[in-house]
């Protein structure tokens, strides 16, 4: 690249590393620094909950590289416990403050990768609550568990449910409390009732559509009134992009908070670049910017950034948003938007529930799968995917997301040819069978939501449970009728007038009900994912009531 590049990196960890690494195996003669505020600078934070657990057994396991070995290995400038304080643009020099003084580090191209920073709630005696973000806050995390017995944990997104369910484990006795009517805000309730149920079942206290108001030195209190003994709180109520720095400095932020950037990740300075949680990410689904706090894009975008740098051409495609946790035996994985954000945008979409096994049924062992795909009708696009199970259930996302990457429609899926044997899968497999449901809603197939059924009965539709005898006991929906398939032919004249809804369990024997009727010409639809959608749905609402203190 010629005469020495300097290159002042704020932040380590992913998406800051990443960029420091990539950039010196592009150009051996730069001048890399990295200003990192805590003690390391090459930390697994993903896997942080699980120390506390016990699970990762040594804390140093986290730690992937220590900051004297990865400087040597990359000839970098590596400065922690250092903290940018300001950017004076004009003179392009970062000012610092670490353990030696003030100092100030001049710049050709700065990359601000200062990640997102907890949000604290703000209630009294919030100072004493800890939150999970880095190394330092491990440390202090741990120290505090040595003499607890109860801690409330204040929040239901990933990290809280991962750090309930070590503490858990830890054999704790632990609370959690979350101020959405269910966890996984991502997901919709339908899909994810089944963690709160299992969470419940280990231990734990669960306080759904609920919120602390006041914390003191042992007990929270809840707006309900009820009060909760605790030895330690930890907050993990979302986190927010990081950008002091960059606002000081007067760089453009969006709604989010973050800093806004183009597809070279430059801000409104274009000597200033910004990656990882600190910086906005591009919706591919919803369209416009928004804070997508997620390791894979940090790292993938630390990597492009040093590219831009180097002068090797980029462009960052808008960020889907992937993600998966497992947290009391069950994984929920989900790619794109939920149906809630999607009605909070006002977009229309298609909704496909299925239910399918994670591999052959008659291979011992298969556990199923809880699916959920989110369409838009217009033009058959994958707007979302939701996965929840015990078994198969990343694989089926993963698939899903890469789908949605190279442009296939939700129809398409139908068509991949993805590997098979009964112990890892079905001929059919549940992603090819999306694909089924979707070309068949496509043609014109009509379908009804969980949520719909009670307003489409109300308004005279007629429900009919085509299920065969033994599956009733599982449970029946108030107001249906039972008339298995094998009984439709005969019975058709008395359900031409008005209306008909049929369900099945999961919605693939009222296809074939569906389907008959109609050739009939009965006005007809599906319930969309049959009885267990319904359940699963009407049992999300239970549960928040039943575990909210009133």
Same mark, same amino acid.
């Given at each position: ?36 505020r805590g *003690? ?12 506390l ?19 040597? @290995? ?15 643009r ?8 670490g353990? *030696?003084?003030?100092?100030r580090?001049?710049?050709d191209?700065?990359?601000l ?6 949000? @604290? ?5 919030a ?29 239901g ?12 484990? @830890? ?39 609920? *919120? ?5 030195l ?29 606002? $000081?400095?007067?760089? $453009? ?35 416009g ?6 390791a ?11 590219d ?7 462009s ?24 809630? $954000? ?52 990343e ?59 009670? &307003? ?24 249906? &009728? ?23 369990r ?11 009727l ?17 359940? $699963? ?11 909210? @203190?009133?």
């Amino acid at each position: 690249m010629g005469t020495e590049r300097r290159v002042v990196i704020v932040g380590g960890v992913a998406a800051g590393m990443s960029a420091a690494t990539r950039l010196r195996r592009l150009d051996e003669t730069a001048h890399i620094t990295v200003v990192e505020r805590g *003690s390391e600078v090459s930390v697994a934070t993903c896997g942080m909950p699980y120390h506390l657990g016990g699970v990762i057994a040594e804390r140093d396991d986290l730690v992937l590289q220590h900051p004297e070995a990865i400087a040597r @290995r990359f000839a970098l400038d590596v400065r922690t416990r250092t903290t940018a304080i300001d950017i004076d643009r004009i003179a392009r020099v970062v000012v610092v403050r670490g353990p *030696s003084g003030m100092e100030r580090l001049p710049y050709d191209d700065l990359v601000l990768a200062t990640g997102a920073v907890a949000i @604290r709630p703000q209630i009294p005696g919030a100072e004493r609550t800890l939150a999970l973000r880095g190394i330092d806050d491990l440390d202090r995390i741990a120290e505090r568990l040595r003499d607890a017995r109860r801690v409330v944990v204040l929040g239901g997104g990933y990290v809280g449910v991962e750090i309930a369910e070590n503490l858990v484990v @830890r054999g704790l006795e632990v609370a959690l409390v979350q101020r959405a009517p269910h966890l996984l805000t991502g997901f919709d309730p339908e899909m994810v009732v089944g963690v709160a149920e299992a969470a419940i079942a280990a231990g734990v206290d669960l306080h759904l559509d609920s *919120s602390a108001v006041s914390i003191s030195l042992d007990e929270v209190v809840l707006a309900s009134g009820e009060r909760i003994l605790a030895d330690l709180v930890i907050s993990a109520i979302g986190v927010r992009p990081e950008s002091e720095l960059a606002r $000081a400095a007067g760089l $453009a932020t969006g709604a989010s908070g973050g800093v806004l950037v183009d597809e070279q990740f430059r801000t409104s300075d274009p000597a200033i670049r910004a990656v990882g949680d600190v910086a906005e990410k591009a919706d591919a689904i919803l369209g416009g910017t928004r804070s997508i706090p997620l390791a894979g894009p940090a790292n993938l975008h630390g990597r492009l950034v040093a590219d831009a740098i180097a002068g090797i051409p980029v462009s960052a495609a808008p960020t889907i948003g992937v993600a998966v946790v497992g947290a009391f035996g069950v994984t929920a994985a989900v790619a794109g938007a939920s149906e809630a $954000a999607l009605r909070a945008a006002g977009r229309e979409h298609r909704v496909i529930h299925t239910h399918p096994l994670h591999h052959a049924g008659y291979y011992p062992g298969a556990r199923p799968i809880a699916l959920k795909l989110l369409v838009d009708p217009s033009d058959d696009r994958i707007l979302g995917a939701q996965a929840v199970g015990t078994a198969g259930v990343e694989r089926r996302i993963d698939v899903i997301a890469t789908a949605m990457r190279g442009g296939l429609r939700a129809s398409e899926l139908a068509q991949l040819e993805l590997a098979y044997a009964p112990q890892f899968g079905s001929a059919k497999d549940p992603v090819a069978m999306l694909g089924y449901v979707a070309d068949n809603r496509r043609s014109g197939e009509r379908a009804i939501q969980w949520h719909e059924l009670d &307003e489409a009965v109300t308004q005279g539709a007629r429900l009919i449970d085509v299920r065969a005898e033994g599956q009733l006991a599982e449970g029946l929906i108030p107001g249906a &009728e039972w008339i298995p398939v094998e009984q439709l032919r005969a019975r058709v004249d008395e359900l031409r007038r008005g209306r008909v809804i049929v369900h099945c369990r999961v919605g693939q024997g009222a296809h074939t009900a569906l389907r008959l009727l109609a050739a009939h010409g009965v006005d007809v639809a599906n319930l969309d994912g049959g009885y267990l959608t319904w359940h $699963a749905g009407t049992r999300a609402r239970e549960l928040a009531h039943e575990v909210t @203190r009133v």
